[in-house]
């Protein structure tokens, strides 16, 4: 038992820090900087934070391959800039965040781009531009407009009547961190498979992870974002993706209908779809194992081809 734990601290070697942007400071976390494999880049959702992938990871990729996960704007402990106005966060804003991000990261070297919910849209979005060292694109229950069901989608809603909405948009996140098991039933909301979802070991492991960070986010921060989502849409500029891109998506998502994800599989050129049935926001619990096995796949997919076309 020693040796196994000994092990995993030698491989696994994780530290944080800050890369300035705009007047922002996004923190990051690294993992595994010495591993000369290509760099995967992986970007949250709104209610996560950048230590979200810490569990969610397959364990061969958490602890063999470099990793970066990126925070978005304002979610603690990143900090952002005075004043902070929704109307700084359009699609553009969102292609130079990840691309100066990522060129800091990894410079002139070859990657792979992972991302979940508004990470999925960030990373899609940025794949518009054509990066030239970008290999594939993963995006988990994505999307290319920002209009959403269920309990994000009313957040959103909310916070895009704009400011007069501000303190009860702050409520209602304040009443949401109150405690464990409130944020538990509340992270719940975004599956499907709830039995699924509360079954899975990684359900707890992943929201100890975010739990501290989220208690200490300054929850004003957040709504310039969930101000602006309802207004992105990168539809017209999907055509222009040209590396492989992998759409994972539940068909029963309650955040991001199924419809979006087909629109997404229709529109871009190089695309391959990987459908969870009775599956929603959440695959990685609700489906722990395939998701799994069908991630690590797709990455050895892409890893394979080291020329970002699809396989």
Same mark, same amino acid.
């Given at each position: 038992?020693?040796?196994?734990?000994?092990?995993?601290?030698?491989?696994?070697?994780?530290?944080?820090?800050?890369?300035?942007?705009?007047?922002?400071?996004?923190?990051?976390?690294?993992?595994?900087?010495?591993?000369?494999?290509?760099?995967?880049?992986?970007?949250?959702?709104?209610?996560?934070?950048?230590?979200?992938?810490?569990?969610?990871?397959?364990?061969?990729?958490?602890?063999?391959?470099?990793?970066?996960?990126?925070?978005?704007?304002?979610?603690?402990?990143?900090?952002?800039?005075?004043?902070?106005?929704?109307?700084?966060?359009?699609?553009?804003?969102?292609?130079?965040?990840?691309?100066?991000?990522? +060129?800091? $990261?990894?410079?002139? !070297? =070859?990657?792979?781009? #992972?991302?979940?919910? &508004?990470?999925? @849209? *960030?990373?899609?979005?940025?794949?518009?531009?054509?990066?030239?060292?970008?290999?594939?694109?993963?995006?988990?229950?994505?999307?290319?407009?920002?209009?959403?069901?269920?309990?994000?989608?009313?957040?959103?809603?909310?916070?895009?009547?704009?400011?007069?909405?501000?303190?009860?948009?702050?409520?209602?996140?304040?009443?949401?961190?109150?405690?464990?098991?409130?944020?538990?039933?509340?992270?719940?909301?975004?599956?499907?498979?709830?039995?699924?979802?509360?079954?899975?070991?990684?359900?707890?492991?992943?929201?100890?992870?975010?739990?501290?960070?989220?208690?200490?986010?300054?929850?004003?921060?957040?709504?310039?974002?969930?101000?602006?989502? +309802?207004? $992105?849409?990168?539809? !017209? =500029?999907?055509?222009? #993706?040209?590396?492989? &891109?992998?759409? @994972? *998506?539940?068909?029963?998502?309650?955040?991001?209908?199924?419809?979006?994800?087909?629109?997404?599989?229709?529109?871009?050129?190089?695309?391959?779809?990987?459908?969870?049935?009775?599956?929603?926001?959440?695959?990685?619990?609700?489906?722990?194992?395939?998701?799994?096995?069908?991630?690590?796949?797709?990455?050895?997919?892409?890893?394979?081809?080291?020329?970002?076309?699809?396989?």
């Amino acid at each position: 038992m020693y040796n196994v734990s000994f092990t995993y601290f030698i491989i696994m070697k994780i530290s944080d820090y800050m890369i300035p942007f705009k007047g922002h400071e996004i923190a990051i976390q690294a993992a595994n900087e010495e591993i000369g494999t290509p760099a995967i880049i992986l970007i949250h959702g709104v209610l996560a934070s950048y230590k979200f992938w810490n569990e969610i990871l397959p364990v061969e990729i958490r602890e063999k391959r470099r990793w970066y996960s990126i925070s978005l704007p304002g979610h603690h402990p990143s900090k952002v800039p005075a004043p902070y106005n929704p109307e700084s966060l359009n699609e553009d804003w969102f292609s130079e965040y990840v691309e100066e991000i990522v +060129k800091e $990261l990894v410079g002139d !070297e =070859k990657y792979i781009l #992972i991302g979940h919910s &508004t990470g999925g @849209f *960030a990373a899609l979005n940025f794949a518009t531009t054509q990066p030239e060292n970008l290999l594939g694109v993963i995006s988990i229950a994505g999307f290319y407009q920002g209009n959403w069901g269920g309990i994000e989608g009313a957040l959103v809603n909310l916070a895009g009547l704009g400011s007069w909405a501000k303190p009860l948009f702050i409520l209602n996140l304040a009443i949401g961190r109150l405690s464990f098991p409130v944020q538990r039933w509340l992270s719940a909301q975004l599956a499907h498979d709830k039995k699924s979802y509360y079954a899975s070991k990684l359900t707890d492991k992943m929201l100890k992870c975010i739990q501290p960070l989220m208690k200490q986010q300054k929850l004003s921060n957040l709504f310039p974002l969930f101000n602006r989502i +309802k207004t $992105l849409n990168i539809l !017209e =500029k999907l055509k222009k #993706i040209t590396v492989a &891109t992998y759409i @994972f *998506a539940g068909n029963k998502d309650p955040v991001i209908s199924a419809e979006q994800s087909l629109i997404l599989s229709s529109h871009i050129p190089a695309t391959k779809t990987i459908a969870f049935d009775k599956v929603g926001h959440m695959p990685f619990m609700e489906r722990e194992k395939e998701f799994s096995l069908e991630l690590s796949a797709v990455i050895e997919q892409i890893d394979n081809t080291n020329e970002g076309k699809l396989i």
